[in-house]
C-alpha cells in the first residue's frame, strides 16, 4: 500500500502542476491582445486548445473557464462569467472529443473537438457580447476577429500537439 502512495500523490502533483502552468499561460495570453475594431485579438485560445487537447476535461476546464475568468478579472472584468463558461465550455468538449471519439485517431478526434470548441467560442462570445453591451451590433462588427481567433487557437493547437509532437512529449512527462 504505501508503494501506491507516493506514486498517487507525484500523479496529482503532476495533474496540478501541468493544469497552473496551463492557466497560467491563459491569463498571459489574455493580457496581450491586438487592437481591432470592436475589441482586441487574443491569442489565448492557443493555450485553451492545446490545454484541452492534452490534459483531463476538468483540468481543460479550469485552464479555459477559470484561465480566462481570471484573465479577465485582472484586465477587463465585463466579460468574465462570458468567458468562463464560454471558454470553460469549449475546452471540455475539445478534451471530451480527444479522449472518446476515434479511438484509433486521436489527432482526428482533436480536430472534430477543436472544430466544435470554435463554434462553440464564437457562438458563446457573440451571444455574450451582445447580451453585455445590449446591442447585436458590437457582436456583429466583432464577428469576423472572433472567427479567425477560433481558427488560429484551433490549428495552432493542432499543429503544437500532433506536428510538434507536444502531445508525444506530455504522455511521456506523465508516464515518469
Known amino acids: 500500500m504505501s508503494d501506491l502512495a507516493p506514486s498517487k500523490n507525484r500523479s496529482i502533483t503532476r495533474w496540478i502542476t501541468f493544469t497552473a502552468v496551463f492557466m497560467a499561460l491563459n491569463i498571459i495570453m489574455s493580457s496581450f491582445g491586438v487592437p481591432v475594431p470592436g475589441g482586441h485579438f487574443y491569442l489565448n485560445d492557443v493555450i485553451i486548445c492545446t490545454a484541452a487537447i492534452l490534459l483531463d476535461p ?31 465550455l469549449q475546452a471540455v468538449v475539445i478534451s471530451l472529443c480527444t479522449r472518446r471519439m476515434l479511438k484509433k485517431h486521436p489527432m482526428a478526434a482533436s480536430i472534430v473537438g477543436v ?19 445590449s446591442t447585436p451590433e458590437y457582436a456583429i462588427l466583432k464577428l469576423p476577429y472572433q472567427i479567425l481567433q477560433a481558427v488560429v487557437g484551433a490549428v495552432l493547437g493542432v499543429i503544437l500537439c500532433y506536428q510538434c509532437k507536444l502531445k508525444n512529449v506530455f504522455e511521456k512527462m506523465l508516464a515518469k
Do not use: C, K
Not at 480566462?68 to 470553460?88: E, N
Not at 463554434?119 to 453585455?132: C, N, P, Q
Open 115 to 133: 472544430a466544435i470548441g470554435a463554434v462553440i467560442m464564437v457562438v458563446g462570445y457573440s451571444l455574450g457580447r451582445a447580451f453585455i453591451y
Open 58 to 88: 476538468l483540468a481543460a476546464f479550469m485552464v479555459g473557464g477559470v484561465g480566462a475568468f481570471i484573465g479577465d478579472a485582472i484586465f477587463y472584468p465585463t466579460p468574465m462569467f462570458v468567458s468562463l463558461v464560454t471558454h470553460g
